[in-house]
């Protein structure tokens, strides 16, 4: 019976020993499973925040991300600033709020920044054409009314070469490319001059006569002559302003070109580009 009872001791210690040496092993396993849980913690912690971090980059990226630049964007407003540049210093202000108020920092295209300029300047005149009805009603002076008369007529005529000029700009009907050409840009100096010179003849025609009927009009015309002169000097320099852009000018002009050259080189001989373009486009 004794020996019975100490093998059975000897069991329970057996037992003891091993719960002993199994301990470790599960305490290793639990820091183990403790340590793999914190680790994908930090990982999806981290996935937060570069996925927060990457969607506000986003936004502040589409901000500007237009090709034409968006309203206020940098782009639009650079080239403004770019395009009043070439004016008149003491008329720069004038140039770039006037052409703001219409939009023209929704666009980094000179060409269509310029257009703006044209139609600034002939929507001006045209708002000032009534004023020398107006402040003819009543006079009785004959000079003073012929004066008011001429005015009348050369504010229309100076619309008129602002129209010219805008019509000028209209793409060509076939590809709808633009073409701004050195010969373009002569003919827009010119009706721009021929305008100034408009509104300069009106307020030459009361050199002579009573009353503040020159005052008036020169008080009336004083935006008109500013925005028109902007315009000129906006024509003069639009090549060089396209180019300091990277703004392509002769698309359409240069793939004409290449077009009538195709055309020569597989005509056959003696047949005209137009001729075989003719013939080709019946096939």
Same mark, same amino acid.
């Given at each position: 019976?004794? %020996?019975?009872?100490?093998?059975?001791g000897?069991?329970?210690v057996a037992? *003891?020993?091993?719960?002993?040496?199994?301990?470790?092993?599960?305490?290793r396993?639990?820091?183990?499973?403790?340590?793999?849980?914190?680790?994908v913690?930090?990982?999806?912690?981290?996935?937060?925040?570069?996925?927060?971090?990457?969607?506000?980059?986003?936004?502040?990226?589409?901000?500007?991300?237009?090709?034409?630049?968006?309203?206020?964007?940098?782009?639009?407003?650079?080239?403004?600033?770019?395009?009043?540049?070439?004016?008149?210093?003491?008329?720069?202000?004038?140039?770039?709020?006037?052409?703001?108020?219409?939009?023209?920092?929704?666009?980094?295209?000179?060409?269509?920044?310029?257009?703006? %300029?044209?139609?600034?300047?002939?929507?001006?005149?045209?708002?000032?054409?009534?004023?020398?009805?107006?402040?003819?009603?009543?006079?009785?002076?004959?000079? *003073?009314?012929?004066?008011?008369?001429?005015?009348?007529? $050369?504010?229309?005529?100076?619309?008129?070469?602002?129209?010219a000029?805008?019509?000028?700009?209209?793409?060509?009907?076939?590809?709808?490319?633009?073409?701004?050409?050195?010969?373009?840009?002569?003919?827009?100096?010119?009706?721009?001059?021929?305008?100034?010179?408009?509104?300069?003849?009106?307020?030459?025609?009361?050199?002579?006569?009573?009353?503040?009927f020159?005052?008036? $009009?020169?008080?009336? $015309?004083?935006?008109?002559?500013?925005?028109?002169?902007?315009?000129?000097?906006?024509? *003069?320099?639009?090549?060089?302003? $396209?180019?300091?852009?990277?703004?392509?000018?002769?698309?359409?002009?240069?793939?004409?070109?290449?077009?009538?050259?195709?055309?020569?080189?597989?005509?056959?001989?003696?047949?005209?580009?137009?001729? *075989?373009?003719?013939?080709?486009?019946?096939?």
């Open positions: 019976m004794d %020996s019975v009872k100490t093998l059975r000897y069991g329970k037992v *003891a020993v091993a719960d002993e040496r199994a301990l470790p092993e599960r305490n396993q639990r820091r183990l499973a403790i340590a793999g849980l914190s680790t913690l930090l990982l999806l912690l981290v996935a937060v925040v570069l996925v927060v971090v990457g969607v506000s980059g986003a936004g502040r990226g589409n901000r500007y991300s237009s090709a034409g630049g968006g309203v206020g964007s940098p782009a639009g407003t650079g080239s403004v600033k770019a395009v009043c540049s070439v004016v008149r210093k003491e008329l720069e202000s004038s140039c770039y709020s006037s052409l703001s108020a219409v939009g023209a920092n929704s666009t980094s295209d000179p060409e269509e920044i310029f257009k703006l %300029s044209l139609r600034v300047a002939m929507d001006e005149i045209s708002r000032i054409a009534t004023v020398p009805d107006a402040i003819s009603k009543g006079v009785t002076d004959q000079r *003073a009314v012929e004066a008011l008369k001429v005015c009348k007529e $050369m504010l229309s005529s100076a619309v008129d070469h602002l129209n000029s805008l019509e000028s700009l209209r793409p060509p009907p076939v590809g709808g490319e633009k073409t701004l050409t050195p010969s373009k840009i002569d003919d827009l100096k010119t009706w721009l001059s021929a305008a100034l010179t408009d509104q300069e003849t009106c307020l030459d025609s009361f050199d002579g006569v009573g009353g503040d020159g005052e008036q $009009m020169v008080a009336a $015309m004083r935006n008109a002559k500013q925005y028109t002169s902007n315009s000129l000097a906006i024509a *003069a320099h639009l090549i060089s302003i $396209m180019e300091q852009l990277q703004i392509p000018i002769h698309r359409r002009l240069l793939s004409t070109t290449a077009t009538a050259a195709l055309q020569r080189r597989f005509s056959p001989r003696g047949t005209s580009p137009s001729t *075989a373009a003719a013939s080709a486009s019946r096939a």
